[in-house]
């Protein structure tokens, strides 16, 4: 069986082929994204292995289709980046509905504690033996209000966490659990309550730009905002005015809308043109990491696993129990 592997990085190449041990499995790794000028590097292959922004539009899924792929493999959770409508009776899609949500979680937790005790500050002070405390000063979580829309996985590890910290959690899913532990409210309820906003919702057309310009206005002065999800859920201009307003007190971001072509790269030598993620990153209230929250040896080892196991179900049984309804 052969696969073909885009958006590789080291650490994926690492991890699968310890997954891929003794498995009649070859995989060609191929650094570039996957799309409709480069499916042409399937040809050969019976399915594809993909990833959060490698862009499965109709025409490169015609295109996998003419070339004979049998599967598309996500390793992510989220698939918005698949049409699954031109998918539909032609090629199944199965994903990692589950790799660590601790990972996630935890990165949310890091951001915001890095935000609001200023330690990404006092580490650059301190590297340059600058002792001052002046400008350090943060709050307390504890007996905050911390607002959560989304409570699979992911969400339900960052709640418990924020309970630790002796935080007031307010929750917000269109399904909502049945067990009693989240405390589901409504949005409205989160945006004019919350001293901290976490996303952990899948990206749909119901949640795109969930936080825009006339949800912002509802918001409580001074609060952080939290995306470890997908960074179209947030309309980042109306992101950046907040911030220039003092509406919103901090955010901490590990994704980004227009991230496709800029994350999990180094651009670093050259002229960043998205003005928009240019200011942003230019706020000192701003935290930004590179979609890095799933990024743990173990949530990498839960991933390959998964997409291989997937890949052997799906042509050995004809199905997965990951596969991706698209009916």
């Avoid at 052969?2 to 498995?23: R, T």
């Avoid at 993909?50 to 390793?75: M, Y």
């Avoid at 043109?273 to 839960?302: C, G, K, W, Y």
Wanted: negative net charge.
């Amino acid at each position: 069986m052969k696969v073909a592997f885009f958006d590789s990085k080291p650490y994926d190449i690492s991890s699968f082929e310890k997954a891929l041990q003794g498995k009649d499995i070859t995989v060609k790794f191929y650094e570039t994204k996957l799309n409709a000028d480069t499916a042409g590097l399937a040809k050969g292959a019976e399915c594809v292995c993909a990833f959060v922004n490698d862009t499965l539009d109709s025409e490169t899924i015609e295109k996998l289709v003419d070339f004979g792929i049998k599967l598309i493999a996500l390793r992510c959770a989220g698939y918005n980046n698949v049409d699954l409508d031109a998918c539909k009776g032609k090629i199944p899609v199965v994903r990692v509905p589950a790799y660590s949500p601790y990972s996630v979680a935890e990165h949310a937790i890091a951001m915001l504690m890095t935000s609001i005790r200023r330690i990404h500050k006092a580490y650059i002070r301190t590297k340059d033996f600058n002792f001052s405390l002046n400008g350090l000063t943060g709050f307390d979580l504890h007996g905050k209000t911390v607002g959560v829309v989304g409570t699979g996985k992911i969400g339900k590890c960052f709640i418990d966490i924020c309970k630790g910290f002796g935080m007031n959690v307010l929750c917000y899913d269109k399904f909502p659990l049945t067990d009693e532990g989240p405390n589901y409210v409504s949005l409205d309820e989160i945006w004019e309550k919350s001293d901290v906003i976490s996303f952990h919702c899948p990206l749909t057309d119901e949640t795109h730009h969930i936080l825009n310009e006339s949800v912002i206005e509802k918001l409580k002065k001074g609060v952080v905002i939290i995306n470890t999800s997908r960074g179209a859920l947030i309309d980042a201009e109306a992101l950046l005015e907040g911030i220039k307003t003092r509406k919103i007190g901090a955010a901490c971001l590990d994704v980004y809308e227009e991230e496709s072509d800029l994350f999990f790269r180094d651009v670093s030598g050259h002229i960043l043109e998205d003005d928009t993620l240019a200011r942003l990153i230019s706020m000192p209230n701003v935290i930004l990491t590179s979609h890095q929250a799933f990024l743990t040896e173990e949530a990498l080892e839960a991933i390959a696993t998964t997409t291989v196991n997937n890949i052997v179900a799906f042509f050995e049984d004809g199905k997965s129990e990951n596969e991706v309804c698209v009916n």
